[in-house]
């Protein structure tokens, strides 16, 4: 098996989750908001995961890869499609970019 077979292959054993009103943080204790990147984590209202209650809040685990032309991010557990951004979040965002 290829290595892009194994990396497709891995996606598809992952539930996919849609994550509302989300943000960037670094981590559970600073809640900081971060740049979308990998080693990063999500917050926000999860619906259609397995084990989680519809809209309940939610902190993933880490990042590991994203691929924004779909709008999705995978966590080591889960691939989260993003829906509405949190408001504060997207300003902290722009904010960001526009100091850059």
Known sequence: MSRTERWVQSRMRKPVVRIENWSVVQDLISERYRELQPG???TGYAFGHV???NAKFIYTSRIVSIDL???LVETL????QLGEVNPEYKEWDWRRAAAA
């Open 40 to 42: 990063s984590h999500l």
């Open 51 to 53: 084990t989680v209650p």
């Open 69 to 71: 032309s779909k709008g």
């Open 77 to 80: 557990n889960t691939s989260y």
